[in-house]
């Protein structure tokens, strides 16, 4: 198997990671506080991605490929660790790996909590007032609804609702619940996009060839949603 170090920083959460035969060996998360007001953690990224290499240095484990969430996301939160990922990929010639942030999010999902088989996943990112960034998926991580801008309301995920359970979760489900108001919702709280999550993604998305272009690859800003959403939504 693989080791691989994980970049994410789609929030205002910055975590690291790194892997190896599918064990998370090292993680390091820095979370906003009163001294970056709020803002983006990413500004300790590089710092943390040292400590990552020394201790893979220090152990003499080889990287094989570098891991970062590609949204959707913060823009520059994106953008910091997109640019630190593609760095270190061409300072040591390794594979680039792209882990959709909502796919992350269900990963904890599905390792940690009781989901009945024909659930399906709405993994949501907060935006401003009722708007999310969203997707579906089943318990399979097949996209049932790809991800999109969403204005939340009582009629936006009605069709799927009415047909089994949802499960609600991410920094965009809490706001949502009481507008979707529907016997077949489920909220989970607590689920953050975290490095040490992307390592099923990443380990299968690398042993079946899916990586990317290092020089081309540019992440999925919330702005490449908004610019897909109906005028009258903006």
């Known amino acids: 198997m693989a080791c691989i ?17 599918s064990h998370v060996i090292f993680e390091q998360t820095e979370r906003p506080d009163a001294a970056t007001h709020g803002g983006s953690a990413a500004e300790r990224l590089g710092s943390m991605v040292d400590e990552a290499l020394s201790f893979t240095d220090n152990h003499a484990i080889p990287f094989d490929a570098v891991a970062v969430s590609c949204g959707p996301g913060s823009y520059t939160g994106l953008r910091i660790g997109v640019s630190m990922a593609k760095g270190l990929c061409f300072g040591r010639d390794l594979k680039l790996i ?34 999310v960034y969203a997707g579906l998926y089943d318990r399979a991580l097949h996209t049932v609804r790809p991800v ?12 799927w609702l009415d047909q089994r359970p949802v499960y609600f979760f991410g920094n965009g ?22 490095a040490k999550w992307m390592q099923p993604l990443a380990e299968r998305r690398l042993l079946n060839g899916q990586t990317e272009d290092v020089a081309y690859f540019e ?16």
């Open 219 to 234: 992440p999925f800003y919330l702005k490449d949603y908004v610019a897909k959403m109906p005028k009258k939504l903006i």
């Open 148 to 159: 999109g801008a969403d204005v939340v309301d009582g009629d936006t995920y009605r069709e």
């Open 98 to 131: 792209a882990v959709p942030t909502l796919e992350l999010l269900c990963v904890p999902v599905l390792l940690g909590e009781k989901v009945s088989d024909d659930a399906l996943l709405c993994p949501m990112l907060d935006a401003r007032r009722m708007e």
């Open 173 to 194: 489900a809490q706001k949502c619940m009481e507008t979707i108001n529907h016997p077949n919702a489920r909220l989970i709280e607590g689920i953050e996009p975290l």
């Open 5 to 21: 170090l994980h970049i994410e920083t789609s929030t205002t959460l910055c975590s690291v990671a790194v892997s190896e035969d």
